[in-house]
Each structure stands twice: as structure tokens, then as C-alpha cells.
């Protein structure tokens, strides 16, 4: 049974993506802040997140880790759930900070924050397991990163109204992805992977509507992240590696079908040739 382990797995996400990784068979070590609900303002919890998953027939296991406190020591979360159940296969960095002040008004405390949760933990939870993961000579690294990770165009500038501010968050996810496709060409032929996925458009999650009314704009279900997720978790390591993928551009170039999040049946309105093209941030075109 390989084993995964998912960040900000309480909800959203990163909650629908280890559900995935659960209909394949998956063990889940799910990891947030959320143990039990109530103890966020937001819903969800891992608790809740864990149970779906035994209620699928795996094994999972909730690890309640802050990732922006100075004192998280990654070394420790993976002993845990590696003790639970077993060496980790897949990493997937979900969690994320997100803040929007513009750049000269961002606290400092924020941005240190931003840069613990979106840069250093995914940078220092995949130090842990990629040695393991090159001796065995198979696994793999997915992050998850952000359309503002793209430079807006210009000058002129007419930065869309829904990126304002997201200056911080951006870059942090800029780097994630560069030192993600660096990281993957240093272990190109390892047998082990890492590539970044992104969404196309919004997703409406607990945390995403929190900061921003998505209603007005397209938005894409949980379960086509959650595919492409599982697509470049477990695609050819000489093939599906250093990437930086768009949900659902990936889904349309690879004719990829998409399950329902328990994989039970096709996502009804999603498969390839449904997908909006508009959606598309560059429609069936290598990125």
C-alpha cells in the first residue's frame, strides 16, 4: 500500500486530494492546524478528513503540525507518520498562507509567515523524505503553487483586480515553483519526481472564500486538482517531472479522464472535451 502524506488536509484542497489518493488505495498521514471542528473558524478538520478516509478501507492518520511556527520540526511530523504508516511515497504540499495587502503594506509579520508556510516547509518536509525516496529509487514531490506566480504583463500594467496584493503570496509561489523544477533536474533519472500543479481558475474552498467572493468568476471543481494531482504523483519519472501544470490545460492536453473525488465514477460535465476552453489559461498548448 503506498503511503502519502498531504498538507492542509483538513478541508478544501487538500482534503479532496487525499481523498484521492485514498480511492487508489493510498495510506494518509493528513496534516493541519484543524484537528476537530471548532477549533477553527472555518469548517473542516482533520478529524472529519480522516474519517472519510477509513470510512474508503485505508489507513490514515490526522498530525496536527502548525507550519508557521519557528518551532515546526518537520524531522518530527515525518517520523510520525512514517511510524504510523510506513515510508512516505507521495508528498504533496497543499497548505499555503495567503495574504493580499500590497507590497509596501504587508506586516512583516505576515510575510514571515508567507514565506515559513509557502517556501520553507514545503522546502524542508521534501529534505526529509527525497533521500529516502532516491535510495528506493522511486517517488515523488508534488507542490502546489498559484496562478499570481505568474508576472503580470506590462508595463503598461493592468494587474486584474482579483491579483491586487497578491504581490507576497506570488512570490513565494514563484519560488516554490523554481526551486521545484531546479530540485527535479538535479534528481532527473533518481526515479523520483517533483512537479508543481496549479489551479486554471478559482476553486471554491472554505479557505478560498474566506478572503475573496469567487462567485463572480469561473471556478473549477476540487476533483479535477485532485486528479491532475494524482496524475503527475504517479506519471513516468523521466516524463512527468519539473513540471509546473495547470489543472485543467493538463487534464485537456493529456485527454486525461477525471474521477469523482472517492473514484467511483466519471466527474459528470469535466471529462476533456468539456472543459470550458475559456478556462483554459493557454488552451491545449504545451506551457
Known amino acids: 500500500m503506498p503511503v502519502a502524506l498531504v498538507t492542509g488536509a483538513s478541508r478544501g484542497i487538500g482534503a479532496g486530494i487525499a481523498q484521492r ?61 512514517e511510524t504510523e504508516l510506513g515510508a512516505i511515497d507521495y508528498l504533496v504540499n497543499n497548505a499555503a498562507a495567503a495574504f493580499y495587502p ?38 515523488s514531490v508534488l507542490n502546489l503553487t498559484s496562478q499570481t506566480a505568474i508576472m503580470p504583463p506590462g508595463p503598461p500594467f493592468a494587474v486584474a483586480k482579483q491579483i491586487q496584493g497578491a504581490t507576497a503570496y506570488g512570490g513565494s509561489k514563484a519560488w516554490l515553483e523554481r526551486a521545484t523544477v531546479g530540485a527535479a533536474a538535479e534528481l532527473f533519472g533518481t526515479g523520483v519526481s517533483l512537479n508543481c500543479l496549479s489551479p486554471d481558475t478559482s ?53 486525461r479522464p477525471v474521477r469523482t473525488l472517492d473514484g467511483s465514477a466519471l466527474l459528470e460535465g469535466w471529462q476533456p472535451a468539456e472543459i470550458p476552453i475559456d478556462y483554459l489559461l493557454e488552451p491545449g498548448e504545451e506551457r
Not at 25 to 48: F, I, K, N, Q, Y
Request: charged residues 25%.
Open 102 to 139: 500590497t507590497y509596501i503594506e504587508m506586516p512583516r509579520k505576515r510575510m514571515e509567515i508567507s514565506f515559513r508556510v509557502n517556501v520553507m516547509a514545503p522546502w524542508v518536509l521534501a529534505q526529509q523524505v527525497l533521500p529516502a525516496m532516491v535510495e528506493r529509487g522511486s517517488g
Open 21 to 81: 489518493l485514498a480511492a487508489e488505495g493510498c495510506a494518509v498521514a493528513c496534516v493541519a492546524r484543524t484537528m476537530a471542528e471548532g477549533d477553527s473558524h472555518l469548517d473542516g478538520s482533520l478529524a472529519a478528513t480522516v474519517d472519510r478516509l477509513r470510512a474508503m478501507g485505508v489507513k490514515a492518520h490526522a498530525i496536527a503540525a502548525d507550519l508557521s511556527s519557528p518551532d515546526f520540526d518537520p524531522e518530527a511530523l515525518i517520523a510520525e507518520a
Open 203 to 255: 476553486v471554491i474552498t472554505e479557505g478560498a472564500t474566506a478572503l475573496v467572493d469567487l462567485s463572480k468568476y469561473p471556478n473549477e471543481p476540487i476533483d479535477a486538482m485532485a486528479e491532475s494531482a494524482w496524475a503527475l504523483l504517479t506519471g513516468d519519472p523521466t516524463e512527468y517531472t519539473g513540471r509546473v501544470e495547470y489543472s485543467l490545460s493538463f487534464l485537456y492536453r493529456e485527454r
